[in-house]
């Protein structure tokens, strides 16, 4: 059994239609536990000392790389605890506990998680592992750009959402030769106001992309995108919507919210520059509880 | 741009799981078109002479049919009238439509669209296309059955879905060294009795699963699966539900419900003999209009 997968990159015509040229999907939802984050997060745990694993492992995410590192921590049979936050995705907090985390959701928001986290690392001792702010994170992100470019070096420009960027770094240093372009919902853009301030600045996130909803962006992955040139794209909530829904009509996957926000900026003419191109489109997760599905689908 | 994809194998952990063994999910609804059928179509369309391609073609169809004979109309430039009835879905007549076929759904039910069907083709001297009842039909199909063997030479089990008996004969045909697995609604059995009764036998198809709903097994299918030893399952609606759900929330997919019945009948425990085995379930569409979706999602 391998602990990661290579996804599959699919045609999608009609993407490639709305935008006036050719997309493909790296279906990256189908990656272990659901989304992109064990490609960074096994990178990061593979790191650790023999020492730094018996403590045990602590970290703090919206849910996906809260996953991936439970994972991870059942694969190495390290001690987990996760911090995330009420609000969070019941699903995604269930799915840590599967792999054998705790779960800690006293917090009331993003914020006062990164807070809880520090508390809690304090009072046990735990190793941090960040969820994304992290080089070697990044480095092992990096392998989704490589793939992309070994199955399509013909791709110029990588289109992918971004929380607190962690992805869009990733795949800025494994595509070196192609566009990044990091989409964001209008009412989460970490990421957004870091890059225009120059250092990462602290938001509310509030979207229905609920795997986007970082407070705030990373000093490393704010470097890697100031440096590797990535662009950044807001979107609206519907824009999320309409991505959701084409990704499951149309190309007949199961994303989550977090993971349509690059297609919906593309079916809403939102990136520039990329008529007559060939786009990859990362569709980064499918962890999405069915009731929430079923509200987006219905409401068309 | 090529008119047939080679779809992925994915693995299922927790499927394998779920009856003790090894399972692998082959992505049909990724094909072009949303199903596999332009398998089987397109080389039947292709072994037409000139002269039947301008009379043009006409065939009968729940819908998945009818959108890949369309599809293949539509590359081979053949003008193309496809019978569906009504309660058909509507978003497979739009597809059709969309390549370009007239769709006439003045019969009231399947077996009605078949006496249509005759009614039409007598009077406009089309080639008739059957959608699944055609040894070229079936050979073409058999092309999937290859393709996992290829991926998958370990596999001894294939399970798939059956409405008139196309695509287990395919994988039959293709894949003769594995046990194949018919799966019908017990609401939708017209293969299940045509192997009781040694020919085709007329029933009144009622299931969720749309695509699965033939009034009818057809003789050249039946023939193949009686000497390839297709093994024939019956499951609930329930069944059929319990498939789709978990193809969306676990393995990502957006499959339509009548591709979900093979993955129902092992969540079920309904196919015998599978422990410790190497299964191959085909999910074969992704057809599915938003709102039934949303409406089945939403249920648990």
Redesign the interface.
């Known amino acids: ?1 391998t602990s990661l ?1 290579r996804t ?1 990159l ?2 999608s ?1 009609t993407l490639g239609a709305a935008f006036g040229g050719t997309a493909l999907l790296k279906a990256e ?2 990656q272990k536990t ?1 989304s992109f984050k064990p490609r960074g997060i096994l990178a990061k745990l593979a790191s650790l000392s023999t020492e730094e694993k018996q403590k045990g492992v602590i970290t703090v995410s919206a849910g996906n790389a809260a996953g991936a590192v439970a994972y991870g921590c059942a694969l190495e049979r390290i001690d987990c605890l996760v911090v995330m936050w009420q609000g969070t995705s019941d699903l995604k907090a269930a799915a840590a506990r599967g792999y054998g985390a705790t779960v800690d959701r006293e917090a009331s928001d993003p914020g006062q998680a990164f807070a809880r986290l520090e508390e809690l690392r304090d009072a046990t001792g735990r190793t941090f592992v960040h969820p994304f702010d992290d080089p070697i994170v990044i480095e092992g992100h990096s392998s989704l750009g490589r793939e992309i470019l070994e199955d399509a070096p013909e791709t110029e420009v990588i289109v992918a959402q971004a929380g607190g960027g962690g992805l869009v770094s990733g795949l800025a240093v494994g595509a070196p030769g192609a566009r990044v372009v990091a989409v964001e919902p209008e009412g989460s853009q970490a990421l957004h106001e870091g890059l225009a301030a120059g250092h990462p600045v602290e938001v509310q996130p509030e979207s229905i992309a609920d795997a986007l909803n970082a407070p705030v962006a990373g000093a490393h992955t704010l470097r890697v995108c100031v440096e590797r040139g990535v662009e950044s794209v807001l979107i609206t909530e519907d824009d999320v919507r309409a991505g959701f ?1 084409f ?3 149309r ?5 989550e919210p977090g993971a349509a926000a690059g297609t919906g900026a593309l079916l809403a003419g939102k990136v520039p520059d990329v008529e007559g191109r060939t786009v990859v489109v990362v569709v980064s997760g ?1 962890n999405v509880a ?2 929430i ?3 987006i ?2 409401e ?1």
């Open positions: 059994m997968l599959p699919l045609r015509t939802l189908l659901g829904r990704l499951y009509e190309a007949k996957l199961a994303a499918g069915p009731e599905a079923a509200a689908l219905k068309e």
